[in-house]
T-cell receptor, first 112, second 115 residues
Framework: DGGITQSPKYLFRKEGQNVTLSCEQN?????MYWYRQDPGQGLRLIYY???????QKGDIAEGYSVSREKKESFPLTVTSAQKNPTAFYLC???????????FGNGTRLTVT | AQKITQTQPGMFVQEKEAVTLDCTYD???????LFWYKQPSSGEMIFLIY??????QNATEGRYSLNFQKARKSANLVISASQLGDSAMYFC????????????FGQGTELSVKP
């Protein structure tokens, strides 16, 4: 079955450490996205990529980095520069502009 | 700048009744799409319905319909015959097509269905 896989589901890190969240899709979608969700809030866009080897900053890119070396993969690194990294992170992809985004099941990151 | 506004943080509805969730949007672009997603407590995002800015008919998908009023820039979601399983967060989202396809979300409405 085609879909988006985010791993791990739960992630715990100490403050000051970089951490990388995985996102893999087998839907053959060109565009991929990373969103952050805080409790009781909507989704805020971190980074997005429309094609391989290209990506754009979203509304809250500071403290995050991404890469898009393969069409299927769009990993997100939460760096130590991110002031409040504890959140729920959702990855998504889509094939066409008028098509809905397909979401992964998310990664809950806790930094202490 | 594009913006999505959902003014109802929480809503209650009796089982089997209809409910309308409000969404207004702001964009100066003519070509855009509007989406509604459901997020249960598990956290997954479930796509419900889509309306394109040039679509003349309101979108419908089963018990979901989108009341699209372009002049008012509103895209309200109507859920008919509410079920207990409809209890969740609901998000309205917009994609402006000349903005590289990024999807922006509203703050969400938490819907609770009472038995």
């Amino acid at each position: 079955d085609g879909g988006i896989t985010q791993s791990p589901k739960y992630l715990f890190r100490k403050e000051g450490q970089n951490v990388t969240l995985s996102c893999e899709q087998n839907l053959n979608h060109d565009a991929m996205y990373w969103y952050r969700q805080d409790p009781g809030q909507g989704l805020r866009l971190i980074y997005y990529s429309q094609i391989v080897n290209d990506f754009q900053k979203g509304d809250i890119a500071e403290g995050y980095s991404v890469s898009r070396e393969k069409k299927e993969s769009f990993p997100l690194t939460v760096t130590s520069a991110q002031k409040n990294p504890t959140a729920f992170y959702l990855c998504a992809s889509t094939g066409q502009l008028n098509s809905p985004l397909h979401f992964g099941n998310g990664t809950r990151l806790t930094v202490t | 700048a594009q913006k999505i506004t959902q003014t109802q943080p929480g809503m209650f509805v009796q089982e089997k009744e209809a409910v309308t969730l409000d969404c207004t949007y702001d964009t100066s672009d003519q070509s855009y799409g509007l989406f509604w997603y459901k997020q249960p407590s598990s956290g997954e995002m479930i796509f419900l319905i889509y309306q394109g800015s040039y679509d003349e008919q309101n979108a419908t998908e089963g018990r979901y319909s989108l009341n699209f009023q372009k002049a008012r820039k509103s895209a309200n979601l109507v859920i008919s015959a509410s079920q207990l399983g409809d209890s969740a967060m609901y998000f309205c989202a917009m994609r402006v097509y000349n903005q590289g396809g990024k999807l922006i979300f509203g703050q969400g409405t938490e819907l609770s269905v009472k038995p």
